[in-house]
């Protein structure tokens, strides 16, 4: 009785911070991406009222560029997803991001596999992987699909599938 007592006194109060973890605000600069991943087609609207993000800035694979490594989980235990790299630059007064790699990944006991492979050999995947791991022990965020169908004006979207 008292372990029961005990478990259920450090499950309620541990809840709201579990909670918390996931329902909080997404940040602008996640918000942006996700509405460039739909804009150009990366992302699929589903027949859900909301998508479930994570991201990691990475501004040392690259130096001198920042790149956001961006999860679109599609199951509820963060077991599978889709995986974005998008560089981020100005241009004039616009923030500018620039898709230029994804895949689609299985997780597994046994590790990261890609079931859609990203661009790029090794390297980009090993990154991507560690990328993954890393999201992972972030926030997840949930944002709702109609705060997504456009992008704010002040972002330019673009991708390594436009049309030169």
């Not at 918000?31 to 909301?50: E, R, Y």
């Not at 963060?78 to 991001?97: A, D, H, K």
């Not at 596999?113 to 990154?127: M, R, V």
């Amino acid at each position: 009785m008292k372990l029961l007592f005990s478990t259920t006194l450090l499950i309620g109060l541990l809840a709201p911070f579990s909670y918390a973890q996931q329902q909080a605000k997404p940040p602008t600069l996640l918000v942006h991406a996700a509405q460039c991943l739909l804009t150009k087609d990366f992302a699929a609207l589903p027949k859900a009222k909301a998508l479930d993000f994570g991201f990691v800035l990475d501004t040392k694979s690259y130096p001198g560029q920042k790149m956001l490594y961006v999860v679109n989980y599609t199951g509820p235990d963060r077991s599978n997803g889709m995986i974005f790299t998008l560089f981020l630059e100005r241009r004039q007064r616009r923030q500018v991001f620039n898709i230029q790699n994804n895949g689609t990944f299985v997780r597994s006991k046994k590790g990261v596999d890609f079931t859609n492979s990203p661009l790029g050999g090794i390297w980009t995947q090993e990154h991507l992987v560690s990328a993954i791991k890393q999201i992972e022990q972030g926030s997840r965020y949930t944002i709702p699909v109609k705060d997504l169908r456009a992008p704010a004006v002040e972002i330019e979207c673009a991708s390594y599938a436009d049309r030169s």
